[in-house]
């Protein structure tokens, strides 16, 4: 069993930038690929990016340039830095993992540990 907690959300102004975190507890050793969801109020939830355990990344197109994820495996977390906010970027995000391997994969379906997610507002 894996444990995500997210952490690092927050009231922003558009433009400004934001890292969130997400570390992973119990069998972390695991884990290995590492995905980014987020959903706003009265929306689905929404892919956002990829990252697999040798730092392989793939992000949705609304987000890519303006959204880096990384990870740091000694550490067991993983981030997402987000830059350029804009205010369609507020939602809760979600951090999720999956022991599926070989593939950046962005089906919510294929991730089966969730954190319990961390707000972000962007305000305009």
């Known amino acids: 069993q894996v444990q995500l907690v997210e952490s690092g959300g927050g009231l922003v102004q558009a433009g400004g930038s934001l890292r969130l975190s997400c570390v992973a507890s119990g069998r972390a050793d695991s884990y290995y690929t590492v995905a980014w969801f987020r959903q706003a109020p009265g929306k689905e939830r929404e892919y956002v990016a990829t990252i697999g355990r040798s730092g392989g990344t793939y992000y949705a197109n609304s987000v890519k340039g303006r959204f880096t994820a990384s990870r740091d495996n000694a550490k067991n977390t993983v981030y997402l830095q987000m830059s350029s906010l804009k205010p369609e970027d507020t939602a809760v995000y979600y951090c999720?993992?999956?022991?599926?391997?070989?593939?950046?994969?962005?089906?919510?379906?294929?991730?089966?540990?969730w954190g319990q997610g961390t707000q972000v507002t962007v305000s305009s």
């Open positions: 999720a993992a999956t022991r599926i391997l070989g593939t950046l994969t962005q089906r919510s379906d294929d991730y089966a540990y």
